[in-house]
């Protein structure tokens, strides 16, 4: 057991170097464009070419207007290629006028209503013994845990799918957004 905890801290502890502090995080480029930590979630995500679906989603869902206040939110942020990993039609349909309320469910478990760093939600998941619960503000229950072998941090949605953060930390006016490879999903 002893093993098992220290290689956790080992891997925590290299998470929290690779990841760096928000403060070395400023001015991150994301999908081509520089991600300014004085403009908000909305305002940085629509000039990065790879969160064009997101942001369309987000604008679909009616959500621009909450994720451009104050916070302070978390975003997971999938690009564009987790959304073209779901299954043919799935985009389509939840943009679909009749299915907002699932679109805003899906869009919802991405946010954390807090503003949570890599630094920070390692420490979480060292404290948790090898995993942390995160509540989004759609009500999921995400899973954060660190990979043992590459020291990136992973979020498990409730049906068990797993998202790598390629860009953590990338500081925003009102919170942190982490770019990930998988679209999350609510328990179904």
Same mark, same amino acid.
């Given at each position: 057991?002893?093993?098992s ?9 290299? =998470?929290?170097?690779?990841?760096? =502090? ?18 908000n979630?909305v305002?940085?995500?629509?000039? +990065?070419a ?12 009616g959500?621009?207007e ?14 564009? +290629? ?14 679909k ?33 090898? +995993? ?57």
């Open positions: 057991m002893t093993y905890f220290t290689k956790i801290s080992a891997s925590i502890l290299a =998470a929290t170097f690779v990841f760096g =502090a928000p403060a070395m995080a400023q001015n991150t480029m994301v999908g081509g464009a520089e991600m300014l930590p004085d403009r979630i305002e940085n995500a629509v000039n +990065s790879d969160h064009t679906t997101l942001v369309a989603a987000v604008q679909a869902a959500l621009a909450t994720l451009s206040g104050p916070g302070p939110f978390t975003v997971f942020a999938p690009v564009n +290629s987790a959304f073209e990993k779901l299954p043919a039609g799935t985009v389509e349909d939840l943009l006028p009749e299915n907002l309320e699932t679109l805003q469910k899906v869009l919802t478990c991405h946010v954390v209503p807090t503003e949570a760093f890599s630094p920070a939600v390692g420490r979480m998941v060292m404290e948790g013994g090898g +995993s942390a619960a995160l509540e989004t503000v759609g009500g999921c229950t995400l899973t954060a845990s660190i990979d043992a072998t590459t020291n990136a941090l992973q979020i498990t949605d409730e049906n068990g799918n797993v998202a790598t953060v390629n860009i953590p930390d990338v500081d925003q006016s009102n919170g942190v957004i982490h770019v990930i490879d998988t679209v999350l999903l609510p328990a179904s």
